[in-house]
């Protein structure tokens, strides 16, 4: 079946300007996590969402980053007011339940100049 | 903060050889997951061994969680050019859904 799909693959922004990525999971999966790999590091949790709900947000930065699921299948991470620090690639990550296999999507690289 | 800390960080060995990489971690967990990435994009998930569980072998890797040192192992035998990647081991929590991951070991398989 198909993976977590995401897009854009790649997004360059000016610096202030607000973004949105999407995430499209595994059908069937009811938990989506969003991660943030910078360069040469291992990825840092965002957000977690058991269906429609963020049941976990703790990694999110700033409140300048919000998401949402509203129907508990695709996911959008959004960035207002981008800053060059946000330039990373951005990971979601899809699981048929908690404590299983989380399976990760391609990845959106965003730079911001 | 990264709760997993692979050794070494960078390995470069022999198509043939074998590949062993550490993961250290400092709370309880529920489950370590290796998962494997190529150019810095996808992950791509290898292995989950929960904490009741001593070893458990996939194919060519083999992987070991012993809880009362917090550590693991990823073994992979007979490596071959295709598996140079980064490898990194993640945690996670019995309270939490969360991933915590490590810094990641850096596999070059020279043919």
């Known amino acids: 079946g198909a993976g977590v799909s995401q897009t854009p693959s790649n997004k360059v922004t000016e610096k202030g300007k607000y973004v949105e990525l999407r995430c499209d999971p595994i059908?069937?999966?009811?938990?989506l996590y969003w991660y943030r790999q910078s360069l040469g590091q291992g990825p840092e949790f965002l957000i977690y969402?058991?269906?429609?709900?963020?049941?976990?947000d703790s990694g999110l930065p700033n409140d300048r980053f919000f998401a949402v699921r509203p129907e508990g299948s695709v996911s959008t991470l959004k960035i207002q007011r981008t800053e060059r620090g946000d330039s990373a690639v951005y990971l979601c990550?899809?699981?048929?339940?908690?404590?299983?296999?989380?399976?990760f999507g391609p990845g959106t690289r965003l730079t911001v100049l | 903060s990264q709760q997993g800390e692979e050794d070494p960080q960078a390995l470069s060995i022999q198509e043939g050889e074998n590949a062993t990489m550490n993961c250290s971690y400092k709370?309880?967990?529920?489950?370590l997951q290796w998962y494997r990435q190529n150019s810095g994009r996808g992950l791509v998930h290898l292995i989950l061994?929960?904490?009741?569980?001593r070893e458990k072998h996939s194919g060519r890797l083999r992987v070991t969680l012993d809880t009362s040192k917090k550590s693991s192992s990823l073994l992979i035998t007979a490596s071959r050019a295709a598996d140079t990647a980064s490898y990194f081991c993640?945690?996670?929590?019995?309270?939490?859904?969360?991933?915590?991951f490590g810094g990641g070991t850096r596999v070059l398989v020279k043919p």
């Open positions: 059908s069937g999966h009811t938990a």
């Open positions: 993640a945690t996670q929590r019995a309270a939490g859904n969360k991933l915590t």
């Open positions: 061994i929960r904490s009741n569980e």
């Open positions: 990550a899809s699981s048929f339940s908690d404590y299983n296999e989380q399976f």
């Open positions: 709370t309880s967990i529920n489950n």
């Open positions: 969402f058991q269906g429609t709900g963020a049941a976990d």
